[in-house]
């Protein structure tokens, strides 16, 4: 049996992104093989998960199937959090300590994107866990710095014919943080600027996402604090013809 010890040690993987776009679907289709029933999160949702083979994780490369460390390795945790934005405050608070968070996996409705405001809500909210992943590293006193935490933007929902695929994904987002960057600085300069009487005075450095200078967001400059982010297209309902969630359990396969 397990004590509740030893599963509370097991690397977590945090499910975050906008209400609808999946996570309590695919949280639970680790445990279950019907179909369940979802509705909005009002909770969040621990899951003991294990990840299914082919699937290998990179921890047990070296070790054979049947070796109990081996088996040991393949489980984790999934820790569903709701997207509704009146409860991020669960998501938010798994962030801000994010000490035993292996991955953070960003679930978006691919079909979402493909229109507002769909795609600025995705693009807000992740911009939002990209820049609390930049203060743990900027903030962090070890000279060494944090490991840095990686990204899955886990693009659901591709059995849908109006889904964008994951390319264009990627492509939107990071078009629409850029613009969620700009919106964001001008409204700390107005702020800075009316509290002061004077020019600005916020510390830009810390509240701006990605490398300082001006222009487009790439994920590329989330390397800089560590952190790499995959975009990685997949649908968690809607059958296997149109594909399935294989490129997500690699992903966690790869950072377990
Ligand atoms: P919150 O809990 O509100 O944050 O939402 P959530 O991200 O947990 O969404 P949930 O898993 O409840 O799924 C929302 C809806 O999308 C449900 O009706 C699911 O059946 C549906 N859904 C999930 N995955 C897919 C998919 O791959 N394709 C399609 N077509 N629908 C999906
Ligand atoms: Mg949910």
């Given amino acids: 049996y397990r004590t509740a010890a030893a599963s509370a040690s097991l690397p977590t993987f945090l499910l975050v992104g906008p209400s609808g776009s999946g996570k309590t679907a695919f949280a639970t289709l680790t445990e279950r093989t019907s179909i369940a029933q979802t509705h909005t999160s009002t909770q969040p949702l621990t899951i003991e998960a294990l990840l299914p083979s082919p699937h290998v994780p990179a921890s047990s490369h070296y070790r054979s199937p049947g070796d109990p460390a081996y088996e040991r390795s393949r489980r984790f945790l999934l820790l569903d959090t709701p997207g509704h934005g009146k409860l991020r405050h669960y998501a938010t608070a798994s962030l801000s300590d994010p000490k035993s968070i292996r991955g953070i996996i960003f679930v978006v409705d691919a079909a979402a994107l493909a229109e507002e405001p769909g795609l600025n809500e995705a693009a807000s909210y992740l911009h939002d ?35 964008l695929p994951a390319n264009l994904v990627k492509h939107q987002l990071e078009k629409a943080i850029t613009e969620v960057r700009t919106s964001r600085a001008k409204a700390l300069r107005d702020a800075g600027a009316a509290l002061s009487g004077g020019e600005d005075e916020v510390d830009e ?21 560590g952190t790499s982010v995959s975009v990685v297209g997949a649908n968690v309902l809607g059958g ?17």
């Fill in 129 to 163: 866990v990209l820049l609390s992943l930049q203060k743990r590293y900027t903030s962090a006193t070890s000279s060494k710095g944090p490991t840095g935490i990686p990204v899955l933007v886990a693009a659901n929902k591709m059995d849908l014919f109006t889904a």
């Fill in 205 to 225: 450095e810390r509240e701006w996402l990605g490398e300082g200078g001006e222009g487009h967001f790439e994920f590329s400059q989330m390397q800089e604090i």
């Fill in 240 to 256: 296997k013809e149109t594909g399935s969630v294989d490129g997500w359990w690699e992903w966690i396969g790869e950072n377990l």
